[in-house]
T-cell receptor, first 113, second 115 residues
Framework: GNSVTQMEGPVTLSEEAFLTINCTYT??????LFWYVQYPGEGLQLLLK?????DKGSNKGFEATYRKETTSFHLEKGSVQVSDSAVYFC????????????FGTGTRLQVFP | KAGVTQTPRYLIKTRGQQVTLSCSPI?????VSWYQQTPGQGLQFLFE???????NKGNFPGRFSGRQFSNSRSEMNVSTLELGDSALYLC??????????????FGSGTQLSVL
């Protein structure tokens, strides 16, 4: 079946450090891939997405590239801020005519000044 | 434009009771999905509605049900509550009808505690 695997957290970084959160997936066909972020006490917000191989999604300094050959969609940011502290979820949509998302377990990021 | 609104924000019930959660999507959105979020199981898909029809359903027991009204508002119901139903229930809406790649807009959720 379809699934998403994310690196375990928490990830603890100092401000301005480089961030990588690994995400790999298993899916039939050609899924769309997403990163959602959840701030404390809130719902999820779409951070970025990619809908086909080699697409790069980017937003707010974050970016991720859809790598079909390695079935990966790793999230990166060159310089994190304290305000980036949140839980990050990798997700895929592999269905036809459905919004159903399959999520990874989430990775908590903590950024210290 | 108002976001996705979920009510109530917090709910405390006892085992055996039933509960109804409400979700008002963004105006113009026709698709509503529900997810259960727990520390142990993470985010799991419950069901999805589009134009009042259930379009997809997750692997949850029949105690979990939902519906969508003509104005796209949605409700989910859980009957005969169990302790393991304690979770954050998230609703998400989208324009719908375009399949994969659609951006979902999530509400802040309803935190259900079953005692």
């Amino acid at each position: 079946g379809n699934s998403v695997t994310q690196m375990e957290g928490p990830v603890t970084l100092s401000e301005e450090a480089f961030l990588t959160i690994n995400c790999t997936y298993t899916a039939t066909g050609y899924p769309s891939l997403f990163w959602y972020v959840q701030y404390p006490g809130e719902g999820l917000q779409l951070l970025l997405k990619a809908t086909k191989a080699d697409d790069k999604g980017s937003n707010k300094g974050f970016e991720a590239t859809y790598r079909k050959e390695t079935t990966s969609f790793h999230l990166e940011k060159g310089s994190v801020q304290v305000s980036d502290s949140a839980v990050y979820f990798c997700a895929l949509n592999a269905g036809i005519n459905t919004d159903k998302l399959i999520f990874g377990t989430g990775t908590r990021l903590q950024v210290f000044p | 434009k108002a976001g996705v609104t979920q009510t109530p924000r917090y709910l405390i019930k006892t085992r055996g009771q039933q509960v109804t959660l409400s979700c008002s999507p963004i105006s113009g959105h026709r698709s509503v999905s529900w997810y259960q979020q727990t520390p142990g199981q993470g985010l799991q898909f419950l069901f999805e509605y589009f134009s009042e029809t259930q379009r997809n359903k997750g692997n949850f027991p029949g105690r979990f049900s939902g519906r969508q009204f003509s104005n796209s508002r949605s409700e989910m119901n859980v009957s005969t509550l169990e302790l393991g139903d304690s979770a954050l229930y998230l609703c998400a809406s989208s324009l719908g009808g375009r399949g994969r790649g659609e951006k979902l807009f999530f509400g802040s959720g309803t935190q259900l505690s079953v005692l």
